[in-house]
Antibody, heavy 118, light 111 residues
Framework: EVQLVESGGGLVRPGGSLRLSCVAS????????MAWVRQAPGKGLEWVSE????????GYADSVGGRFSISRDNGKNSLYLQMNSLRPEDTAFYYC???????????WGQGILVTVSS | QSALTQPASVSGSPGQSITISCTGN????????VSWYQQRPGTAPKLIIF???KRPSGVSPRFSGSKSGYTASLTISGLQTDDEADFYC????????????FGGGTRVTVL
């Protein structure tokens, strides 16, 4: 089955760190760019970061630049998001998404909740 | 960052057609790489339109996309109760390949 499964979410205090993981199955992971998209409870979608198929290039939203780092391990079919200096406004469901050639996100994980609170 | 502007809500009766707009100057206005997503409550978004007007395999032909100037549009024809959901447009910011932006979302209600 073609799917993405996120893990690593949870409750963390402001200023803390968390690492999200996303494991892909059912397709050739190394052929695709990948992204993280988040959604605060009751709010809209926000692109967070993305990485090229090889891992050579990446980009970040202004809201997380310098605090979050995206990476991937094609041998393990895995995508990661290292989140440092977390703030309450980072509280959201984080989705892992596969990116097609036309900047479209054609496969999504189920999402994982990250809560930043004291 | 640049903005993509969508109406907060759109409604229609079963069988009608509705259109959701998505406006952005240095995003939609300069790119054909607009995509649309449907999100039902408690579920992940689903891609329904990419490259402005193309449908992925398995998506109903009742969904269609278009663009004119700075505004992209999603039209839902033959509105069904199952279409009730939030819809988001998406494009990339002109200044950088790796800078993607979503619209604020539109809640579709079937009356």
């Amino acid at each position: 089955e073609v799917q993405l499964v996120e893990s690593g979410g949870g409750l963390v205090r402001p200023g803390g760190s968390l690492r999200l993981s996303c494991v892909a199955s059912g397709f050739t992971f190394g052929d695709y760019g990948m992204a993280w998209v988040r959604q605060a409870p009751g709010k809209g979608l926000e692109w967070v970061s993305e990485i090229s198929w090889s891992g050579a290039t990446s980009g970040y939203a202004d809201s997380v630049g310098g605090r979050f780092s995206i990476s991937r391990d094609n041998g393990k079919n895995s995508l990661y998001l290292q989140m440092n200096s977390l703030r309450p406004e980072d509280t959201a469901f984080y989705y892992c998404a596969r990116e097609g050639p036309y900047v479209e996100f054609d496969l999504w994980g189920q999402g994982i909740l990250v809560t930043v609170s004291s | 960052q640049s903005a993509l502007t969508q109406p907060a809500s759109v409604s229609g009766s079963p069988g009608q057609s509705i259109t959701i707009s998505c406006t952005g100057n240095n995003t939609v206005g300069t790119s054909h790489l607009v995509s649309w997503y449907q999100q039902r409550p408690g579920t992940a978004p689903k891609l329904i339109i990419f490259e402005t007007d193309k449908r992925p395999s398995g998506v109903s032909p009742r969904f269609s996309g278009s663009k004119s100037g700075y505004t992209a549009s999603l039209t839902i024809s033959g509105l069904q109760t199952d279409d009730e959901a939030d819809f988001y447009c998406c494009s990339y910011v002109e200044r950088s390949r790796f800078a993607v932006i979503f619209g604020g979302g539109t809640r579709v209600t079937v009356l």
